[in-house]
């Protein structure tokens, strides 16, 4: 089928797949998408990395402090292996460690590295729940 409009540059081609009719092309200078996102708007990955970098208030050793939500999350998974000897969070920790890389030789990862004696500590948690490291 031939487009046929009249006084319309490029017109008089066939239209087929991928090839609208002019009717139906983006004109110059028009998006394609006008209701698209704003400029600015954030996506998910930055929501979430805003909210765990927000500062909340912990309560340690009788004290107030001011840390990030990311690293109240890690304390308090480290105070439920702790206290209440959580099988779930020495198993999330483990798993969080491992992402980060931790578990490596610190001279090759170049950072803080868990002891040998937290490791162990972990790994017996990690036996007594059954639970692969």
């Given at each position: 089928?031939?487009?046929?409009?009249?006084?319309?540059?490029?017109?008089?081609?066939?239209?087929?797949?991928?090839?609208?009719?002019?009717?139906?092309?983006?004109?110059?200078?028009?998006?394609?998408?006008?209701?698209?996102?704003?400029?600015?708007?954030?996506?998910?990955?930055?929501?979430?990395?805003?909210?765990?970098?927000e500062?909340?208030?912990?309560?340690?050793?009788?004290?107030?402090?001011?840390?990030?939500?990311?690293?109240?999350?890690?304390?308090?998974?480290?105070?439920?292996?702790?206290?209440?000897?959580?099988?779930?969070?020495?198993?999330?920790l483990?798993?969080?460690?491992?992402?980060?890389?931790?578990?490596?030789?610190?001279?090759e990862?170049?950072?803080?590295?868990?002891?040998?004696?937290?490791?162990?500590?972990?790994?017996?948690?990690?036996?007594?729940?059954?639970?692969?490291?």
């Open positions: 089928m031939l487009d046929h409009e009249p006084g319309v540059p490029g017109a008089g081609y066939e239209v087929g797949y991928r090839k609208p009719p002019v009717s139906g092309q983006f004109r110059p200078g028009r998006s394609g998408n006008p209701k698209g996102r704003r400029k600015g708007s954030k996506g998910f990955k930055a929501i979430v990395l805003g909210i765990l970098r500062k909340v208030s912990v309560g340690e050793n009788g004290k107030r402090r001011k840390v990030t939500r990311l690293e109240a999350a890690a304390l308090s998974l480290s105070n439920a292996i702790i206290v209440k000897q959580d099988l779930k969070a020495a198993s999330a483990t798993q969080l460690v491992n992402l980060c890389g931790l578990l490596e030789d610190p001279r990862a170049g950072a803080e590295a868990i002891s040998e004696h937290e490791l162990t500590q972990i790994q017996k948690l990690l036996d007594q729940a059954g639970v692969p490291a």
